[in-house]
Nanobody
Framework: QVQLVESGGGLVQAGGSLRLSCAAS????????MAWFRQAPGKERDFVAF?????????YYADSVKGRFTISRDNAKNMVYLQMNSLKPEDTAVYYC?????????????????WGQGTQVTVSS
């Protein structure tokens, strides 16, 4: 069992930065691949970033955030992070962290076993 709690969301101007954190509980956290998804009002939940379970794990990004967002994890602290730079109004959404035993299909929300409650990110123009 893994429980996830996101934090770090807020209101920021376009071009600004935010760092989201996801605190995980559970002894098996380090064996899970982790991801960030986001969901804007009236839209589907979209993949943002993914990191494999190993320390210094392999990362993957949605094309829309590549070069601007960075996912990382600290297994010793049971934490996952999403550093978001050069934010745009279209990045506005509720951001969720999620855990999965699977590496593929990493962009599909259905393969994730555990989800946090989400944190709101609003980017003003």
């Amino acid at each position: 069992q893994v429980q996830l709690v996101e934090s770090g969301g807020g209101l920021v101007q376009a071009g600004g930065s935010l760092r989201l954190s996801c605190a995980a509980s559970g002894r098996t956290f380090s064996s899970y691949n982790m991801a960030w998804f986001r969901q804007a009002p009236g839209k589907e939940r979209d993949f943002v970033a993914f990191i494999t379970w190993t320390s210094g794990g392999t990362v993957y990004y949605a094309d829309s955030v590549k070069g601007r967002f960075t996912i990382s994890r600290d297994n010793a602290k049971n934490m996952v992070y999403l550093q978001m730079n050069s934010l745009k109004p279209e990045d506005t959404a509720v951001y969720y962290c999620a855990a999965s035993k699977f590496i593929q299909p990493r962009m599909n929300p259905r393969v994730y076993d555990y989800w946090g409650q989400g944190t709101q990110v609003t980017v003003s123009s």
